[in-house]
């Protein structure tokens, strides 16, 4: 009998225990619940704070001249899909010519960037020299001074090389590994690449060149395809550089062309710019969307060990 109550007892403290233990794991889900819906609800806020500017410039490219600023509104009263069409023609030049300026401007960067970059950042990385370690440190200090400062110095460089209004001074650079930070994101991304396939390579006969090419990059695609992007939205979207050396409207790249709609004595034409400067937009979001995947497995994996 006395067994009986023992185990009586010791049944319903365990199911007293077992309820105890539901009931916390309802709370922690209903809790964990709680966390994830207010977390979504502030990314959610967070992006459309991101996208306002976006949909906005969307917006203001489809309305007439007396609304874009007048009217807060981003749906507008009456769509004037004119703006395209007329300012893909408003300017001296076809807006199709200032496309393929930039065009073969990003890309030659593009491409600059990339072989040359891959290429010190390999030396960097991968082989011993004598002082090895300081130039890599002088590389790195390279990143805290400012373009401003540079600037004249180039500029009067270029002036006595024959180079002004033409786009030697935009390209040449970039094949002479000028951009630090690919740099440091390829010498990264190849340091936490196993050294036994250099030496691997090394006993098959390679050379240093063969090694990085055919063992190496290969083997760096993600980290040369973040370099790639970086580069080609950089490029695209500088204007700082195009105003500075280019003179001739027939040379002008897509961020000068976009400044010609704003007159400072006349009419300035916002609908049309902002019209063009959706379209604008378009090479770098298709080119962003189809290749993302290599900037976040590229700064993923340059940061490994």
């Known amino acids: 009998m006395k067994t009986s109550v ?11 225990a077992t309820r105890l233990a539901h009931a916390f794991m309802l709370q922690r889900k209903k809790r964990d619940r709680n966390a994830r819906l207010l977390k979504h609800a502030f990314l959610i806020g967070v992006s459309f704070i991101m996208l306002y ?5 969307l917006s203001a490219s489809l309305k007439p001249e007396n609304e874009i ?3 807060l509104d981003l749906w507008p009263s009456t769509f004037k899909f004119d703006n395209y069409s007329a300012g893909w023609h408003a300017l001296p030049q076809s807006f199709s010519v200032f496309y393929v300026n930039s065009a073969i401007v990003t890309v030659l960067s593009v491409i600059g960037n990339l072989i040359s970059c891959s290429f010190a ?10 002082g090895r370690n300081f130039f890599f440190a002088l590389m790195m200090m390279t990143l805290m001074i400012p373009y401003h400062v540079v600037l004249i110095p180039q500029y009067v460089q270029f002036l006595q090389l024959g180079w002004v209004d033409t786009y030697l001074p935009l390209v040449v650079p970039r094949f002479l590994a000028s951009d630090t930070f690919f740099i440091f994101l390829m010498v990264q991304f190849f340091r936490q690449l196993p050294r036994e396939l250099d030496e691997a390579a090394m006993i ?11 063992v190496i990059l290969p083997l760096s695609l993600p980290a040369m395809g973040t370099a790639a ?4 939205i950089w490029v695209w979207e500088d204007f700082l550089a195009p105003l500075i050396y ?7 790249t897509v961020p000068l062309a976009l400044r010609l709609f704003l007159d400072q004595e006349g009419q300035s034409a916002y609908g049309q710019m902002f019209a063009m400067s959706v379209l604008s937009l378009v ?3 298709l080119f962003f969307v189809l290749f993302q995947k290599f900037i976040v497995r590229g700064i993923a994996t340059s940061g490994m060990k």
């Open 121 to 130: 950042a390999y030396a960097f990385a991968r082989l011993r020299f004598t």
């Open 229 to 232: 992007i970086f580069s080609m």
């Open 204 to 214: 098959d006969g390679c050379s240093p060149f063969k090694i990085y090419w055919a």
């Open 283 to 285: 090479p770098v979001v």
């Open 246 to 252: 280019l003179n001739d409207i027939k040379s002008y």
């Open 6 to 16: 023992t185990d009586l007892e010791a049944a319903m403290e365990l199911d007293e």
């Open 69 to 71: 600023f007048g009217n």
């Open 53 to 57: 500017p976006l949909v906005w410039l």
